[in-house]
């Protein structure tokens, strides 16, 4: 079964009081059920989060994360996303209807807590074993 992807826009904290546009690819595949993958393409040297579907369905209703990934509501119809690293924090801004809409075409595929039933065990436990 193919995935869903989405192109969100996002803004990036660029400095003190200035913003960088950018044009965010969320995506989703089955196989993987419960990860998000936030691809920022050439803009940002092709840099790739991936985060939990949890994580994001909770950060629309209220502040949600650990480690790395925090998202929370923000005002007027916008959702912060805080992503950490070595480098530091990259702090984003984005329309919250946009990460739901993106999130709803997920369940849509997978509904939530049946994600285990669509993972391959024995090919998981195959790769582990031949490592």
């Not at 960088?20 to 092709?46: H, K, S």
């Not at 329309?95 to 285990?116: I, W």
């Not at 391959?120 to 436990?125: A, K, M, S, V």
């Amino acid at each position: 079964m193919d995935g869903v992807c989405m192109r969100v826009p996002m803004r990036l904290l660029d400095g003190v009081a200035s913003w960088r546009e950018l044009d965010v690819e969320c995506g989703y595949q089955p196989e993987d059920p419960y990860a998000l993958r936030l691809d920022f393409g050439a803009a940002e040297l092709g840099a790739v989060w991936l985060l939990s579907r949890e994580t994001l369905a909770a950060g629309l209703r209220g502040p949600a994360g650990d480690g790395d990934v925090h998202i929370a509501p923000g005002d007027g119809g916008d959702a912060f996303i805080a992503l950490g690293g070595g480098a530091g924090v990259a702090l984003l801004t984005t329309p919250a209807d946009a990460l739901a809409r993106f999130l709803s075409m997920t369940h849509e595929l997978v509904p939530a807590g049946t994600e285990a039933s669509r993972i391959d065990w024995d090919r998981c436990i195959k790769e582990f074993l031949s490592i």
